[in-house]
């Protein structure tokens, strides 16, 4: 080892992460679960006690904060590009299809950035608020609990136009969906280990009418959706309004985090095409459905692993990007 390894070894140890630590090597940056021991030693506390307020308030909300990080860490990666409001030359992300009239927590996410900013200024990025929020929405709710590497800094900008191309819609074919994780840099475990995450919350009428009347261009419901829920789901997404209707993306366990959302897609009870494409589409992902389905403790060991890889999507470190004061807004130069 040179001298300059030496060197560099020295001082990760004395910044407080040395070899021995959970590091997560980036863009030339590290994320590391002990990123604020020093400067914030509370502050996952703190995101923890807001977050479990929220929840009790509002049991959805769990899966609205779990979602809002991956509708984040799918554009530009993971760097609360998602919260900006639209501002000067900014036009916000809250506008595009995947998050218009869908996307919500911000006020949750404003005020857990609230309290922080009171017990250290200027101090915790909004993109680490959100991978916490998301792994406590996911404890809360029954879930498994994983080390948050943490380190990421916020943009200075949005992309609408990356969040109505890069994140998967629910009308997208299985390759479709796939490439667009592939594109993140993951792959089929992920997408399926991920998926799972649809155990818990809601999608609307809008997201999945045409597999009720007219899959395929041919005015007939998806052959891959079993009939009696079919049924079932007409009955409150009729074939015209009713857009904005709410239906639980997991009926057998609504609220709670756990494999249900793979026993029904094995029983073509999947509500949304995306989920079902699992199935019916690819032997592998069909193959990881079985396996998640069949043992709990796997899924949630997976899934653990997988949203810790999708919280590494290409952060900013370092010196690049800005700790936003306001995560709605970035900071006045």
């Known amino acids: ?9 020295m001082v990760l140890t004395l910044l407080g992460f040395g070899p021995l630590c959970l590091c997560h090597v980036s863009n030339g940056g590290y994320l590391y679960p002990q990123f604020y021991e020093r400067t914030c030693p509370r502050a996952q506390q703190i995101v923890k006690s807001v977050v479990a307020k ?17 509708h984040d860490c799918f554009v530009m990666g993971c760097d609360a590009s998602v919260l900006l409001d639209s501002s000067g030359s900014i036009i916000s992300e809250k506008n595009s ?16 950035k609230a309290a922080l900013e009171k017990e250290c200024p ?5 993109a680490d608020i959100m991978a916490l929020a998301a792994r406590d929405s996911t404890v809360l709710a029954g879930g498994p609990s994983w080390e948050v590497p943490l380190g990421r800094r916020d943009s200075r900008s949005a992309s609408l136009s990356g969040s109505n191309s890069n994140i998967p819609a629910p009308n997208n074919t299985f390759q479709t969906i796939l490439t667009k994780f592939k594109l993140r840099g993951l792959d089929i475990i992920d997408l399926v280990a991920l998926s799972g995450s649809h155990t818990i919350g809601n999608s609307r009428c809008v997201s999945f009418r045409q597999r009720l009347y007219n899959q395929s261009g041919n005015a007939k419901p998806d052959p891959t959706l079993d009939q009696f829920y079919a049924s079932q789901l007409r009955a409150r997404c009729p074939q015209s309004g009713g857009d904005q209707n709410l239906f639980f993306l997991d009926f057998v366990t609504p609220t709670k985090f756990d494999n249900s959302y793979f026993k029904n897609l094995l029983g073509s009870k999947g509500l949304l095409n995306s989920d079902q494409v699992l199935v019916t589409k690819n032997q592998i992902s069909l193959d990881l459905v079985k396996k998640y389905a069949e043992n709990n403790e796997v899924f949630f060991e997976q899934f653990a692993k997988s949203m810790v890889k ?6 900013s470190t370092g010196f690049r990007g800005e700790i936003r004061k306001n995560c709605r807004k970035i900071n006045s130069t």
């Not at 080892?1 to 070894?9: A, R, W």
């Not at 200027?122 to 909004?126: K, L």
């Not at 999708?310 to 952060?315: D, E, F, W």
């Open 54 to 70: 929220a929840v009790a308030k509002e049991v959805r909300m769990a899966a609205s904060l779990l979602r809002l990080h991956f």
């Open 1 to 9: 080892m040179g001298d300059q390894s030496v060197n560099l070894l």
């Open 97 to 112: 299809t995947p998050n218009r009239n869908s996307a919500r927590g911000f006020e949750v996410i404003d005020q857990i």
């Open 122 to 126: 200027q101090t915790v990025s909004c």
């Open 310 to 315: 999708m919280g590494n999507i290409s952060p």
